[in-house]
């Protein structure tokens, strides 16, 4: 299969489906310039009706697009950096997620929020979050985690045709992955867990980057301690149940979660598994997650966010 | 206005007069305030109500949030071909917000068929608006992002009605957003129980005589009855509509019953 | 100003107290020289006296172990001060008790998060959830079993290799009311607390900083036994029932006196050949709770007393043994040891006992027995008892052992030379 990079499949998702529905189309800052590569060509192939620059006005855009779902079209507001999404937060998080239910069902709001997520690039706390928890704290809204370039076009054409608020991370440190991507249509459903590698030892339960830092280290310990990794892929809906697979075959489990830890969906999945999987559980759950300050830049962010060798470490601590 | 033009009514009031005024039954109102599943909203929110046929596809309970909500509705209005407007309507208080200068400025960029409506009824809840802003005409915002704007006398109704039509007459002809300031009072407390405050000095009673005094309602009567439109038979005869009307609305919300607490999970998703 | 009361050290070798009974209450006015309370050291129980006058507040209570030189009490001068002292959660001056018994409890936290816990006798039984489900499942009495988990808890494969453990023994196991601890059922649980636990201390002390070597042998009693029983002829004039643990007293002191290498101590890096002959014997004696406890009374300059002496020394001590009346003077200084196990045997048994730090000799004598025996050519009868010697080879040779052993044997077989 041809083997393609992780914005790339993000591109074809939106040609995909900017060609096979025209109420899709684009919204955010210096699109039609390719800020990104993702939305390369976008402008030229669809025109600037559906490629949206807009003023630098995070709420008044996003405000517009749940707006603008409500009333018939599916727009994929492009947040540039995530961290932006703080400055429209009524708009993704109270209103995006909320006006159907408030409004007894009786709207629907398509729209698909996506920015670049995560560290690793020493860019600071307002350009390295991956704000996952804050999104799973406000319910109404999916939240898309794709790991690989499959994953990144199958979800982002999911969210994409979902009747529903998805929010997209993609991560910075993936832009440039590459991976088999099939050039036929498809599509991956949210709530439906990807085992990554299989393992019998320990479940390491990633998403977004940390599956690959998870991988790594399992290609590591290969032939000392078997390794699995699962990746939910969606982080709502969430697989739960492939979790609870893995971890009664491995009876441990190691949440890397590159979200501050404090409250974090890695917490969140922790307190899931001990409630519903309380006695599937030989050791207990490792946490590997980004430490509860602010995200520094330059040298001091590694001392915060997760790396292989924290990975590796909560690992061991388990599989005694 | 078109039934099927967009209006984001001000969060105050609950949307009250803009639903009626557009068609809307009140007893889907009522029965939502009084939270039962008969309800504009399936008796979920109990005051965001909706009617989308009518052109309500929301309300919010955050000031100032309605602006790019607003802006939504013009890009759809703008793009769906279908030659609707939208009415955005605010009071001077949430006039503070950033967001307002966001969607006045993507509006007034994109050329949307809006017409902002700021309701000034001089009191940001105790705050007079000489001290939040800075100039005497809200309405004089719209000129920095080149769009008209325009101050009249709330309590005329003629008089708004006259500036909304033009204003939607030109939002609709394509030419853009307007911003309309209607000068008004508070015939009301804030809040039930406590005296409005204005400069730490309570409003008596008798303020509120000589405000309503200036009531729209009152004032639009009086020029009915003086140009001969309707004679004060006429009018009683449409007080006692109303009172029927409205004691339909009581029994039909009366008659409702609480939401299923299964809706929680079907209101939550769209399939 | 308030005078503390700490736990005193009694002996050299005394590291903690336990607080047996207050014989005053708390707020109570003490006089000095007034008996305070009573502890129970690793081998004696004592009274201690107020060396001050004030109001008694009490800060470790009955039944509590705590380190010696720590405060257990305090006397204020007024009744201000008392209550003063009576509000304080934790007594002053950084020694106190409640401090000490912190710094353990974190030294014990950070141990077991590193090293597997031992299952509590009746206690929690720490076990992952999933160990318990299985345990429940396969009918495996759970706090049989001992973790092997991160942090010692019960995981999977100790249930699974109980389960495979023999059915039989693990369906008895299973069936069992009472306590089971690895796999086996417990019939009684005797605490290793106060003097059992001060033994055993010592004991493994012992091994632990000496290089011990043990020598069996036996010793040809015919003798001996003739000597003891025109001695008990004589009981009543002597005054005492000579045993023959006092002959063996007798014999090792003068023995000693061949051997004088043999009486000596390595004390950090010297070694101390001493000149008294103090014998500490190995008593066996009756608990109040019925068990048995080891006490080790000396007597001292046994070389320089007669026989009878020595049987009378050894009478007294026994005796006040019994009524748990031994001090801790009368414990101190010996420099050999004789423990004398004959008295419960049947038949002949030798062994290896452990010194009696810092003691570098103990030896060990079991029963008399009727045995045949090589004599001039000829197989003959004769009483025969084991004899085994333990000695310290950081302080002693092997040929001086050797030495001492046959003189033990020539004065045996020949008790006309003690008086030559």
């Known amino acids: ?320 | ?271 | 100003m308030a005078l503390e009361i700490i736990m005193p050290k009694l002996a050299m070798a005394m590291s903690q107290g336990t607080i047996l009974s207050w014989f005053l209450s708390q707020g109570d006015y003490v006089t000095k020289g007034q008996i305070l309370l009573e502890i129970e050291t690793e081998k004696v129980n004592y009274e201690v006296e107020a060396d001050g006058s004030g109001y008694l507040h009490i800060v470790v209570p009955n039944g509590e172990t705590v380190p010696v030189e720590h405060v257990i009490a305090m006397l204020a001068e007024n009744e201000e001060d008392l209550a003063s002292l009576a509000s304080q959660i934790t007594a002053p001056a950084g020694s106190s008790s409640a401090t000490v018994l912190e710094t353990e409890e974190v030294v014990e936290e950070k141990d077991s998060a590193l090293q597997p816990l031992t299952p509590p006798k009746g206690g929690r039984v720490i076990a992952s959830p999933l160990a318990r489900r299985l345990a429940q499942q396969y009918g495996v009495d759970i706090s049989s079993l001992a973790g092997t988990g991160s942090r010692g808890q019960i995981v999977k494969r100790d249930v699974e290799k109980a389960r495979t453990a023999k059915p039989a023994n693990v369906l008895a196991v299973a069936a069992f009311d009472g306590e089971v601890v690895n796999g086996i059922r417990v019939a009684q649980t005797i605490p290793l607390a106060g003097i059992r636990k001060a033994i055993a201390d010592h004991m493994q002390q012992s091994l632990a900083v000496s290089a011990q070597v043990s020598n069996m042998g036996e010793v040809d009693m015919t003798e001996l036994i003739r000597l003891r029983k025109a001695l008990l002829k004589q009981e009543e004039s002597l005054g005492v029932r000579v045993t023959y643990t006092d002959i063996m007293v007798y014999l090792m002191s003068r023995a000693l006196r061949y051997e004088p290498s043999l009486n000596a101590s390595v004390i950090g890096e010297e070694i101390k050949v001493w000149k008294d002959v103090n014998v500490s014997v190995a008593v066996a004696v009756q608990g109040s709770g019925g068990e048995l406890n080891l006490m080790v009374p000396v007597i001292r300059n046994a070389d320089q007393m007669s026989l009878v002496e020595i049987s009378k020394c050894a009478r007294d001590l026994i005796l006040r043994g019994r009524e748990g009346k031994l001090t801790t003077a009368d414990m101190e200084g010996g420099t050999v040891t004789l423990t004398n196990v004959g008295g419960f045997l049947n038949g002949p048994l030798t062994g290896t006992p452990i010194l009696n730090q810092p003691q570098s000799l103990i030896v060990g004598i079991g029963a008399i027995l009727d045995q045949p025996r090589v004599i001039n050519g000829e197989i003959m009868v004769r009483p025969i008892m084991d004899f085994s010697m333990t000695y310290d080879h950081r302080a002693v040779e092997g040929v001086p052992v050797a030495r001492f052993y046959s003189k033990v044997r020539e004065l045996a077989e020949n008790p006309g030379l003690l008086i030559a």
């Open chain 1, 1 to 320: 299969m041809r083997e393609i990079q992780y914005h790339k499949a993000i591109n074809e998702a939106f040609i995909e489906e900017m060609e096979r529905d025209e109420t899709v189309y684009l919204m955010g800052e210096s699109l039609r310039g390719a800020n990104y590569p993702h939305s390369e060509g976008l402008a030229k192939r669809f025109g600037d009706q559906r490629v949206l620059d807009t003023p630098i006005c995070e709420a008044a855009f996003c405000g517009a697009a749940v707006a603008s779902a409500m009333t018939g079209y599916r727009p994929i507001v492009d947040l540039m950096f995530i961290d932006f999404m703080y400055t429209a937060a009524d708009e993704i998080l109270l209103k995006a997620p909320q006006w159907r239910f408030m409004h007894g069902g009786k709207v629907n709001v398509p729209v698909v929020f996506m920015g670049a997520a995560g560290g690793g690039m020493k860019l600071a706390n307002e350009h390295s979050q991956i704000p996952s928890s804050i999104i799973l704290h406000s319910p109404g809204i999916k939240l898309a985690v794709p790991s690989t370039p499959y994953d990144a076009k199958g979800l982002m054409k999911t969210a994409i045709r979902d009747n529903n608020p998805v929010m997209y991370f993609w991560h910075k440190q993936l832009m440039a992955v590459t991976g088999e991507v099939p050039e036929e249509d498809y599509t991956i459903p949210f709530g439906v867990a990807d085992v990554k590698r299989e393992g019998t030892d320990v479940t390491v339960v990633a998403y977004s980057y940390m599956v690959q830092l998870a991988l790594e280290v399992a290609k590591k310990l290969e032939g000392e301690i078997s390794v699995e990794v699962v990746d939910p892929r969606t982080l709502e809906p969430f697989d739960l149940d492939a979790v609870l697979k893995s971890v009664e075959k491995t009876n441990r489990l190691v949440i890397v979660d590159e979200d501050t830890e404090r409250c974090s969906f890695a917490s969140e999945l922790a307190a899931q598994v001990v409630d519903k999987g309380f006695t599937l559980l030989d050791e207990p759950i490792k946490r590997v997650c980004a430490g509860n300050y602010p995200i520094p830049g330059g040298y001091m962010e590694q001392h915060v966010l997760p790396s292989v060798e924290k990975i590796e470490a909560a690992i061991r601590s388990v599989a005694v």
């Open chain 2, 1 to 271: 206005m078109n039934d099927d033009d967009f209006v984001f009514p001000a969060v105050r009031g609950h949307g009250l007069p803009h639903l009626i005024s557009k068609g809307v039954d009140p007893k889907y109102y009522l029965a939502e305030h009084c939270g039962k599943s008969t309800g504009s909203c399936g008796g979920v929110s109990t005051y965001h109500n909706i009617d989308t046929e009518h052109g309500f596809f929301g309300l919010a309970g955050t000031l100032g949030t309605g602006f790019p909500i607003s802006v939504g509705y013009g890009m759809t209005s703008k793009w769906n071909g279908k030659q609707q407007v939208v009415v955005s309507c605010f009071g001077d208080g949430t006039s503070n917000r950033g967001t307002l200068h966001e969607s006045f400025l993507m509006a007034a960029n994109w050329k949307l068929p809006i017409v902002w409506v700021c309701e000034n009824n001089q009191l940001s809840m105790y705050v007079p608006v000489k001290d939040h802003h800075p100039v005497e005409n809200i309405a004089d915002l719209a000129f920095g992002y080149g769009m008209p704007g325009e101050v009249v006398d709330g309590q005329d109704v003629v008089a708004v009605a006259k500036a909304v039509d033009k204003a939607v007459a030109r939002a609709r002809a394509g030419e853009g957003p307007s911003l309309i300031e209607c000068k008004t009072e508070r015939f009301v407390t804030h809040s039930i129980g406590l005296p409005d405050r204005i400069d730490l000095e309570d409003r008596t009673k008798d303020d509120y005589v000589e405000l309503k005094k200036r009531d729209p309602v009152v004032l639009f009567q009086e020029k009915l009855l003086k140009e001969g439109v309707l004679t004060q038979k006429e009018m009683e005869r449409i007080d006692q509509e109303i009172a029927v009307e409205i004691d339909a609305a009581e029994a039909f919300a009366d008659a409702g019953s609480p939401p299923d607490p299964s809706v929680l999970d079907d209101y939550l998703y769209a399939k």
